[in-house]
């Protein structure tokens, strides 16, 4: 096991007011502080999904784990073949290389504080899935920045049929 120590001098603070906000219902996403900012030690972004909104089709991350703090509401999450409803208060980590997708559960809403550990520079893939999601961008252009962003698409049988 190798130890990673960031490497960042002061520290960041983040006020809610001043965060940007990219998207809005039914998915918002609350872009908090990037690798850039902590040395590389995390990423964490804030995720609010309207209710039964999806939040992220299935994917891996191979460098990372990817940690799901519910702040509000109840979300439904994949980690590998497993789909768990988590709610208010709940904490999920999903370990790298482990297929995972969240989304509100049927007839809730869902505030997610999400955490990438180590980070990974992502605030500009959300801004991509915005594009994307105004016309702007296509959603085969998410292929050509899979490894930029460590985001690597999966099929999951579980996520996809968790709602029939």
Do not use: C
């Not at 219902?25 to 999904?49: C, I, K, Q």
């Not at 703090?69 to 988590?86: K, Q, R």
């Not at 709610?87 to 980590?93: A, H, M, R």
């Not at 961008?137 to 049929?161: M, P, R």
């Amino acid at each position: 096991m190798s130890l990673f120590v960031p490497k960042f001098d002061d520290t960041v603070l983040v006020r809610d007011a001043e965060a940007e906000l990219v998207g809005r219902a039914p998915l918002g996403v609350r872009l908090l502080a990037d690798s850039s900012a902590t040395g590389g030690a995390l990423s964490t972004v804030r995720v609010t999904l309207a209710e039964g909104a999806d939040g992220a089709r299935p994917h891996v991350h191979h460098g990372s784990a990817e940690m799901f703090f519910v702040l509000d509401g109840e979300a439904e999450l994949l980690s590998g073949d497993d789909v768990v409803t988590a709610l208010s208060g709940d904490l999920v980590v999903v370990p790298p290389d482990r297929p995972h997708a969240f989304a509100a559960a049927p007839g809730s809403t869902a505030d997610i504080l999400i955490v990438i550990a180590p980070g990974v520079e992502r605030f500009e893939y959300f801004r991509h899935l915005q594009r994307i999601r105004t016309g702007q961008a296509t959603e085969e252009s998410l292929l050509e920045v899979q490894e930029l962003y460590d985001n690597h698409f999966v099929k999951s049988g579980a996520w996809d049929g968790r709602r029939r």
